[in-house]
Nanobody
Framework: QVQLVESGGGLVQPEGSLRLSCVAS????????MGWYRQAPGKERELVGT???????NYADSVKGRFTISRDNTKSTMYLQMNSLKPEDTGVYYC???????????????WGKGTLVTVSS
């Protein structure tokens, strides 16, 4: 079983910064692509950005130039650096990861429970 735990959320003023972390633990051969998603109150969950095992990144248009995803494969950890935060960035941020447990031929997607980010003055 693989567990993903997010941390780093909190209350921040507009134009402030936060850094989220997602740590994977459990028994697995390795991690493939990982991603951050968010869900604002009353809205559906949406993609924030993804990062492959080799470090290729993809971002939603709404966060390009403000958010940066990175990962440390030696620590099975992914990060989300969020700058110039806006009230519309408020929501629960979830970590997603493709983990390979039995073999490299078939991976499964896992989700964390989320961390709340509130951008407000």
């Amino acid at each position: 079983q693989v567990q993903l735990v997010e941390s780093g959320g909190g209350l921040v003023q507009p134009e402030g910064s936060l850094r989220l972390s997602c740590v994977a633990s459990g028994t697995f051969l390795g991690l493939g692509a990982m991603g951050w998603y968010r869900q604002a109150p009353g809205k559906e969950r949406e993609l924030v950005g993804t990062i492959t095992g080799s470090g290729s990144r993809n971002y939603a248009d709404s966060v390009k130039g403000r958010f940066t995803i990175s990962r440390d494969n030696t620590k099975s950890t992914m990060y989300l650096q969020m700058n110039s935060l806006k009230p519309e960035d408020t929501g629960v941020y979830y970590c997603n990861a493709r983990a390979y447990t039995i073999s490299w031929a078939a991976g499964m997607d896992y989700w964390g429970k989320g961390t709340l980010v509130t951008v407000s003055s």
